[in-house]
């Protein structure tokens, strides 16, 4: 059974430029959450989908926003890159909003120079 | 009040002692409640979960729960170096999911 697929793995972005973030969950899964880990801050919780619909969000600008498509692969997308927006990028999928724990991505690393 | 607390540590254990990880939570309507375990550069892992109040063992790991008390703890027998990494604890209160900051553990060889 495919774990979690994060894509791509690295990134190097230009402050203000964007960029989208791709992720396919395991299979049969339908919740999709986003976290953003910077060091020393822990897990940020940016937002959870569920059947194509966004059920949370934590509390990030406007900037970042995210997507769930019908087969349940998610995307995000962040806006007008800031320095402070490079970090370890998560995704992370549950069969129901984490009730039987979430499975993570490797992650996606971006980089803003 | 954050909703789920940990003391960030660092923990120092030698290899063979136990290692004891201890979380709070807030709300008390919580239903389930995690550990995960996190190499630095890699993503987070899931190693145990509990529902119930008491003990819950798998292997080395131990989990333990007391929604009483609103305390969840992680104990790790015979500590392998390789235990080394930062335990998040997790908990579940609706359909929020919420992460402590973690807890960095280092096995002393």
């Known amino acids: 059974k495919a774990g979690v697929t994060q894509t791509p793995r690295y990134l190097i972005k230009t402050r203000g430029q964007q960029v989208t973030l791709s992720c396919s969950p395991i299979s049969g899964h339908r919740s999709v959450s986003w976290y953003q880990q910077t060091p020393g801050q822990g897990l940020q919780f940016l937002f959870e989908y569920f059947s194509e619909t966004q059920r949370n969000k934590g509390n990030f600008p406007g900037r970042f926003s995210g997507r769930q498509f019908s087969n349940s692969r998610s995307e995000m997308n962040v806006s007008t890159l800031e320095l402070g927006d490079s970090a370890l990028y998560l995704c992370?999928?549950?069969?129901?909003?984490?009730?039987?724990?979430?499975?993570f991505g490797s992650g996606t690393r971006l980089t803003v120079v | 009040q954050k909703e789920v607390e940990q003391n960030s540590g660092p923990l120092s254990v030698p290899e063979g002692a136990i290692a004891s990880l201890n979380c709070t939570y807030s709300d008390r309507g919580s239903q389930s409640f995690f550990w995960y375990r996190q190499y630095s550069g890699k993503s987070p892992e899931l190693i145990m979960f509990i529902y119930s109040n008491g003990d819950k063992e798998d292997g080395r790991f131990t989990a333990q729960l007391n929604k009483a008390s609103q305390y969840v703890s992680l104990l790790i027998r015979d500590s392998q170096p390789s235990d080394s990494a930062t335990y998040l604890c997790?908990?579940?209160?609706?359909?929020?999911?919420?992460f402590g900051t973690g807890t960095s553990l280092t096995v002393i060889p």
């Open positions: 997790a908990v579940t209160a609706g359909n929020q999911f919420y």
């Open positions: 992370a999928s549950s069969l129901a909003s984490g009730t039987y724990g979430y499975t």
